[in-house]
């Protein structure tokens, strides 16, 4: 496989241009220096979401052509329907990091709305959207697999 073919993906951290949070033992769970630190990584990461869509319409408006051979215009269609479909769910996730945010701002973020209880600083750098606990989370991909099948 040629070297420019291979994409490299970013982590949420390395996009936001952060290190993971080093708490201190005097820390109290989602203090202000946290409440910052995720912010800011939510913030990074929304403004690489909404780059990728306006890249996203620049390409579709320079590529749009209409092919005389149906093959190539179907190629085309299929290429940006693609497109569409990984920008759509972008859209969603744009509206949940923007619910996140404003969870920050009430002091009502970082705690699992399930349980109540903390959902941990490591799993919310790996997944700032998250809003349950890993055990939470876990008994409801059990339940949806018990009733998808």
């Known amino acids: ?3 420019n073919s291979t994409k490299k993906t970013l982590g949420i951290l390395a996009i936001a241009g952060l290190e993971p949070y080093k708490a201190k033992s005097s820390d109290e769970y989602m203090d202000q220096a946290q ?14 979401l909404r780059e990728e869509v306006d890249r996203t319409v620049d390409h579709m408006k320079d590529e749009a052509a209409n092919f005389p051979d149906p093959v190539d215009r179907a190629a085309q269609e299929e290429e940006f329907s693609l497109e569409l479909r990984a920008r759509d769910r972008e859209r969603r996730l744009i509206k949940k990091i923007t619910k996140t945010l404003n969870k920050i701002e009430e002091d009502d973020f970082g705690f699992c709305e399930s349980c109540g209880i903390e959902i941990g600083i490591r799993r919310l750098e790996a997944r700032p959207t998250a809003d349950l ?10 339940k949806e697999k018990q009733i998808v099948g």
Request: hydrophobic share 40%; proline share 4%; with cysteine.
């Open 1 to 3: 496989m040629p070297a």
């Open 35 to 48: 409440r910052d630190h995720f912010t800011k990584i939510l913030e990074a990461w929304r403004t690489q």
């Open 133 to 142: 606990c890993i055990d939470c989370k876990t008994l409801a991909e059990i």
